[in-house]
Structure formats: C-alpha cells, structure tokens
C-alpha cells in the first residue's frame, strides 16, 4: 500500500491546492492595482486527469469584467475560491491522515489505534 | 514556492494597504495646512500600487518566474496633486495674498473617507487570506500526529 494508492495522488492534489491559495493570495493583494489581470490555476478538466499527476498551471482568468483602470479583480470570487481551498485541502488532509494511519497500523502489526 | 509564500503575499498587500490608510490619514490631517517647508498649501498624496515580486532569494525569484503567477503589492511611489490649491478669501489671514485670497489644499474629506474605506477593506480581505492560509499549514502539520 502506497499513499497514492487507489489511484488518486493526495500529494499532489495538496500541491496543487497550496499553489492555487497562493495565486488566490496573489490576486487579493493585487486588487487595487492598476492593470493587475486576475490569474488562476488551471483545473484539472475531465475526471480521469483525477487520477493522474496535479500539474498547476498558471493561467488568465477569464469572463471577469475590467474596470476603469484595466483591473479585473473580483473580490468576491477570491474570498469564494479562498473558502473553497480551505474546505478541499481539509476533505485532503483528513484523507491522507486516514491513509497514514492504515499504514502506521500495519507498521505496529495492528497492535495500537 | 509554498503556503508560506502566500502569506509573504498578503502581508505584502497588507503593507500596501497600510501605507495607503497612512497617506489617506495625512492628507486628512493637512486639509487645512496652508504652510509647507516647501512653500505653498499641502498637497494631496496618493499610493500608487504596482505587482512586485516578494521572493528576494535567487532561487525563489527563478521558482517564480518559471510558475508564473504569484505577486505581491508594493507601493511603487506617492504622486502629489499637481493642481491648483483652492482659493479662499480671507483678507485678515497671515498667508493671504494681496488680494486677500489664501491658497487652501484642493482636498475632498468625502473623497478621503471613501478611498480609506477602500484600504480598509482591502486589508481585511489580506487579513482573511493569511489566517486561511495559517489554517491550512496547521492542518498538514498534524498530519502525522
């Protein structure tokens, strides 16, 4: 048993998740500067792209509207993908404890927990 | 680049947003100043936010550069209102001019309070990002407990 096991790399998709709440951070700090585009980490699209390698790629985000000085920051879509990264890297974590207490179990022969 | 690069972020924006309410709060205090070292009316200040690396390590700035995306705020410069001060007659003031008009600074406090709002909210909003962000590094850290 390996802690990718069952095809889904809980690693990578943690990786993925800290680079997007880095871009998230990027962006709120960046929301009232002049001509900042907002950036996001690409989704992985289909389900099957799940259970390969989380490669984050940075991107422009797209159908937001720009202000006056070339700024299209929403705010609200921020504090909506900050909430939303904190609730997926806690379903992860808590996966991935599971997962290290399967394997801490079989290290001790089943003895504790 | 990690959790912790995004809390270098939002501090950063934090520190821009502060800078801002500090500019905001000076012009405020000024509305009324008539004399200056440099001579004339106080003028109104204003942040200009500019995207800023926060990585000062080589290897973080190439990491950077390579992944794209991350950016802090830094405040590039303060511009000073160039336009004319606002006249007002005054005859017996020890500024006015011959005519008796004294050169107040062109500030709006409804402008300045709105713009404070502004730097206010905007620092909450980096505020709300680095306590999620602590959060989460909290939560990996007790992966193994």
Known sequence: MSLASGGLDLGSYLTWLARRQEVVASNIANADTPGYRTRDVGMPGDFSSVFAQFTPVVEEAQGLVTRNDGNNVSIDRESRLLAENDIRFNLATQLLKDKIKGIRSAIEEGRSS | ?145
């Open chain 2, 1 to 145: 680049m990690s959790l912790f690069g995004s809390i270098s972020v939002s501090a950063s924006g934090m520190e821009a947003q502060r800078i801002r309410a500090e500019l905001i709060a000076e012009n405020m205090a000024n509305a009324d100043t008539t004399r200056t070292p440099n001579g004339g009316p106080y003028r109104r200040k204003d942040a200009v936010f500019t995207t800023a690396p926060v990585q000062n390590s080589f290897a973080g700035t190439l990491a950077e550069f390579n992944a794209g995306g991350t950016q802090g705020v830094t405040v590039s410069s303060v511009t000073v209102d160039q336009s004319d001060p606002e006249r007002r007659y005054l005859p017996g003031h020890p500024d006015a001019d011959a005519d008796g008009y004294v050169a107040f600074p062109k500030i709006n406090p409804a402008e300045e309070m709105v713009d404070l709002m502004g730097a206010s909210r905007g620092y909450e909003a980096n505020v709300a990002a680095i306590s999620t962000v602590k959060d989460m590094i909290g939560r990996s850290l007790e992966l193994f407990k």
